[in-house]
């Protein structure tokens, strides 16, 4: 009955597919090819199907074709379970394949399919059993390779990194043995060091294989390198290395007139603009943002135009949160989450958490704290559950700005300690890393064997002194760290003692440095300027906080330029600064006009002020002689008293009280 119903469907197909023309031709080496090619078209396709649907007399070697190529059909159509099902028919008539290279495949594409079912300890038994087969064949070098990078990939997107990490030196070892030098590999090899937060071996092996690549004139591939790399600076925030890279990669492109794929060109113009996004570069954003746009209209309907359409909302709210369009942000993140929950970005590794900490900036942003401070902890518990570095610096900073925005010291206190050991670890962690691949690769047992084999058998008396010298540079090494961590520490307590007198956001002298500065007696007279931002307040409700941070940094910077050695300048508290010059009144006046006079001049746009379309100041001056016998506090309050009086005049003007 069984026969009976596989004779009714290869009958089936040979209807179906009854127009097209047979090419007469070596069925299993056709095969064999196709499945070790790794890609076929509709035309082989339908080749296929109608060679072995033609047949009425199949042997077990043709049905083990017939199910494992409808499964790798199945497979290549991300149809796991069926898959599956035709992988499993085909396992019954293995015992008839006696060419590894088609059986290491075989078990090659069965662990793939467990794996993505995550079934990984019988991806894992399945992958070893190809291993095995490939290795311990004299022709099976490339397919191994290809095989364990595969295997890699799938380990990475399951943040099993240090075992992807593992896979891909297998392959490595395995091709040098072979002299056969493999890119591929050094490029996954430096994509697992990177997820696994170790950047600089990360980047270290991407250039290995970009170097590789240039070599061999591979000048596509090259490009998709300089890609990754500048992900990489991308994720340590340092944006404009990664904009250096993805214009160096445009250079390329044009130098050696290179028809990029739609998709490669879609990443290089994605990865700039949201670069320039994050340093405020609106006007180079969204010139990107519509190349990117204008490619993904060129491209046909498939998984990867849905995984970058994905990829596209993500960038776009970046560009409307640089521009402070917070609600437009907020839905295009939405409509991203959606995708992602949906299953269209399937190619990006945890997109999911690049969308929270889209949301969560974008909640902040729009001063909406308690909601932002609830994202960010959900993607700080993410993180940490996949084991994954990335924004986990942006996250406890963010977390420390807005438990200190809510006044909630404590955790404010508590995130701040938290970014700031983590910069302290990842300082210290890129540079343990190094020693650390030395000592594995010394210690591995492959590179052991490598070294006994080598010409002539080194004898035990100088392999004894090349462990000597290499426990003595271990020890050199460990030594340098240990005195780089002494440093920093110093560095450390230089900066705790420099926020103790300065102050952390504009980096004048703070309350403290201006208490100590009353106190330093004066010859003649003293003047006290009390300066306030006109409607600060409305600044910062309509441009953001962060905008409102900026205009305080300029206005220190302006104001210590315009008083220089002869003034003492702080920040008082808020938008407020005061200034400290011991002279004669006239003095402090001329000095206060030229405050006055300079911020107007520097035109900082402020167009929701009710006193000007720019940013002033209100000035209130108090001066007493040495005669007077006036403490410095109540010349204080004799200044703050003419400040109110600046504001209830209308702002932007100067009250003198003698």
């Given at each position: 009955?069984?026969?009976?119903?596989?004779?009714?469907?290869?009958?089936?197909?040979?209807?179906?597919?009854?127009?097209?023309?047979?090419?007469?031709?070596?069925?299993?080496?056709?095969?064999?090819?196709?499945?070790?090619?790794?890609?076929?078209?509709?035309?082989?396709?339908?080749?296929?199907?109608?060679?072995?649907?033609?047949?009425?007399?199949?042997?077990?070697?043709?049905?083990?074709?017939?199910?494992?190529?409808?499964?790798?059909?199945?497979?290549?159509?991300?149809?796991?379970?069926?898959?599956?099902?035709?992988?499993?028919?085909?396992?019954?008539?293995?015992?008839?394949?006696?060419?590894?290279?088609?059986?290491?495949?075989?078990?090659?594409?069965?662990?793939?399919?467990?794996?993505?079912?995550?079934?990984?300890?019988?991806?894992?038994?399945?992958?070893?059993?190809?291993?095995?087969?490939?290795?311990?064949?004299?022709?099976?070098?490339?397919?191994?390779?290809?095989?364990?990078?595969?295997?890699?990939?799938?380990?990475?997107?399951?943040?099993?990194?240090?075992?992807?990490?593992?896979?891909?030196?297998?392959?490595?070892?395995?091709?040098?043995?072979?002299?056969?030098?493999?890119?591929?590999?050094?490029?996954?090899?430096?994509?697992?060091?990177?997820?696994?937060?170790?950047?600089?071996?990360?980047?270290?092996?991407?250039?290995?294989?970009?170097?590789?690549?240039?070599?061999?004139?591979?000048?596509?591939?090259?490009?998709?390198?300089?890609?990754?790399?500048?992900?990489?600076?991308?994720?340590?925030?340092?944006?404009?290395?990664?904009?250096?890279?993805?214009?160096?990669?445009?250079?390329?492109?044009?130098?050696?007139?290179?028809?990029?794929?739609?998709?490669?060109?879609?990443?290089?113009?994605?990865?700039?603009?949201?670069?320039?996004?994050?340093?405020?570069?609106?006007?180079?954003?969204?010139?990107?943002?519509?190349?990117?746009?204008?490619?993904?209209?060129?491209?046909?309907?498939?998984?990867?135009?849905?995984?970058?359409?994905?990829?596209?909302?993500?960038?776009?709210?970046?560009?409307?949160?640089?521009?402070?369009?917070?609600?437009?942000?907020?839905?295009?993140?939405?409509?991203?989450?959606?995708?992602?929950?949906?299953?269209?970005?399937?190619?990006?590794?945890?997109?999911?958490?690049?969308?929270?900490?889209?949301?969560?900036?974008?909640?902040?942003?729009?001063?909406?704290?308690?909601?932002?401070?609830?994202?960010?902890?959900?993607?700080?518990?993410?993180?940490?559950?996949?084991?994954?570095?990335?924004?986990?610096?942006?996250?406890?900073?963010?977390?420390?700005?807005?438990?200190?925005?809510?006044?909630?010291?404590?955790?404010?206190?508590?995130?701040?300690?938290?970014?700031?050991?983590?910069?302290?670890?990842?300082?210290?962690?890129?540079?343990?890393?190094?020693?650390?691949?030395?000592?594995?690769?010394?210690?591995?047992?492959?590179?052991?064997?490598?070294?006994?084999?080598?010409?002539?058998?080194?004898?035990?008396?100088?392999?004894?002194?090349?462990?000597?010298?290499?426990?003595?540079?271990?020890?050199?090494?460990?030594?340098?760290?240990?005195?780089?961590?002494?440093?920093?520490?110093?560095?450390?307590?230089?900066?705790?003692?420099?926020?103790?007198?300065?102050?952390?956001?504009?980096?004048?002298?703070?309350?403290?440095?201006?208490?100590?500065?009353?106190?330093?007696?004066?010859?003649?007279?003293?003047?006290?300027?009390?300066?306030?931002?006109?409607?600060?307040?409305?600044?910062?409700?309509?441009?953001?906080?962060?905008k409102g941070d900026s205009i305080l940094i300029n206005v220190a910077k302006l104001l210590e330029t315009i008083c220089g050695s002869d003034a003492f300048v702080a920040r008082y508290g808020g938008e407020e600064?005061?200034?400290?010059?011991?002279?004669?009144?006239?003095?402090?006046?001329?000095?206060?006009?030229?405050?006055?006079?300079?911020?107007?001049?520097?035109?900082?746009?402020?167009?929701?002020?009710?006193?000007?379309?720019?940013?002033?100041?209100?000035?209130?001056?108090?001066?007493?002689?040495?005669?007077?016998?006036?403490?410095?506090?109540?010349?204080?309050?004799?200044?703050?008293?003419?400040?109110?009086?600046?504001?209830?005049?209308?702002?932007?003007?100067?009250?003198?009280?003698?």
């Amino acid at each position: 009955m069984r026969y009976l119903k596989l004779i009714m469907c290869m009958f089936l197909l040979v209807i179906f597919y009854r127009d097209s023309k047979e090419i007469p031709f070596n069925e299993l080496e056709f095969f064999s090819n196709i499945i070790l090619r790794g890609n076929v078209n509709k035309e082989e396709k339908k080749r296929i199907l109608i060679s072995l649907t033609e047949k009425i007399n199949l042997t077990d070697e043709d049905l083990f074709y017939f199910h494992y190529i409808k499964g790798y059909f199945e497979l290549n159509e991300r149809r796991y379970y069926k898959a599956e099902r035709e992988f499993f028919y085909a396992k019954k008539y293995i015992n008839e394949i006696s060419d590894k290279k088609i059986l290491g495949k075989f078990y090659s594409d069965l662990s793939h399919t467990a794996i993505k079912k995550n079934k990984e300890l019988i991806s894992l038994d399945y992958y070893n059993k190809s291993k095995d087969l490939l290795v311990s064949c004299d022709d099976c070098s490339m397919l191994f390779s290809e095989i364990a990078l595969n295997r890699g990939i799938d380990l990475l997107h399951l943040s099993r990194n240090q075992q992807a990490i593992n896979v891909i030196n297998d392959a490595i070892y395995f091709l040098e043995n072979k002299s056969v030098n493999s890119p591929y590999l050094w490029l996954n090899l430096g994509v697992a060091y990177s997820n696994c937060n170790q950047f600089i071996l990360g980047v270290k092996y991407k250039l290995k294989a970009l170097d590789s690549f240039l070599k061999m004139k591979k000048y596509t591939d090259s490009i998709k390198v300089m890609i990754d790399i500048a992900m990489d600076y991308t994720l340590l925030e340092n944006y404009e290395e990664a904009i250096n890279k993805l214009n160096l990669a445009l250079d390329y492109e044009r130098e050696y007139k290179l028809n990029l794929n739609y998709i490669d060109s879609y990443y290089i113009f994605a990865n700039l603009s949201s670069a320039y996004a994050r340093i405020d570069n609106e006007k180079k954003a969204l010139k990107f943002i519509e190349k990117s746009k204008g490619i993904i209209i060129n491209l046909d309907e498939s998984i990867d135009k849905d995984n970058i359409m994905t990829y596209q909302l993500i960038i776009e709210a970046e560009y409307l949160l640089s521009m402070n369009s917070n609600n437009k942000a907020i839905i295009k993140i939405h409509e991203a989450k959606k995708r992602y929950e949906a299953g269209l970005a399937e190619q990006f590794y945890h997109l999911n958490i690049l969308i929270d900490i889209l949301h969560a900036r974008a909640h902040y942003q729009n001063m909406d704290y308690k909601k932002s401070i609830s994202l960010y902890e959900g993607v700080i518990n993410s993180i940490e559950n996949l084991q994954l570095p990335y924004y986990k610096h942006e996250a406890y900073y963010n977390l420390y700005n807005l438990n200190k925005y809510i006044n909630n010291t404590v955790e404010a206190i508590f995130y701040l300690n938290k970014a700031y050991n983590l910069k302290l670890s990842n300082f210290e962690n890129n540079k343990h890393e190094e020693m650390q691949f030395l000592t594995y690769s010394f210690n591995n047992k492959r590179i052991k064997q490598l070294f006994l084999n080598s010409e002539k058998q080194l004898s035990i008396a100088v392999y004894f002194l090349c462990v000597c010298f290499f426990i003595f540079l271990i020890l050199l090494l460990y030594l340098t760290i240990y005195f780089n961590k002494n440093r920093k520490i110093t560095s450390l307590n230089e900066r705790l003692e420099y926020l103790a007198y300065n102050d952390a956001l504009t980096g004048i002298a703070n309350r403290v440095s201006l208490e100590n500065r009353l106190n330093v007696p004066f010859l003649y007279s003293r003047a006290i300027l009390m300066l306030d931002i006109d409607h600060f307040k409305l600044y910062n409700d309509n441009y953001g906080h962060q905008k409102g941070d900026s205009i305080l940094i300029n206005v220190a910077k302006l104001l210590e330029t315009i008083c220089g050695s002869d003034a003492f300048v702080a920040r008082y508290g808020g938008e407020e600064f005061i200034i400290i010059i011991d002279d004669d009144k006239c003095s402090a006046e001329e000095l206060a006009k030229d405050i006055k006079d300079s911020i107007i001049n520097a035109g900082i746009e402020h167009k929701f002020s009710l006193t000007s379309n720019v940013i002033t100041f209100s000035i209130g001056v108090a001066v007493t002689e040495r005669s007077a016998l006036i403490d410095d506090l109540a010349l204080i309050r004799n200044a703050d008293m003419a400040l109110y009086d600046s504001k209830s005049s209308g702002r932007n003007t100067i009250t003198f009280v003698n």
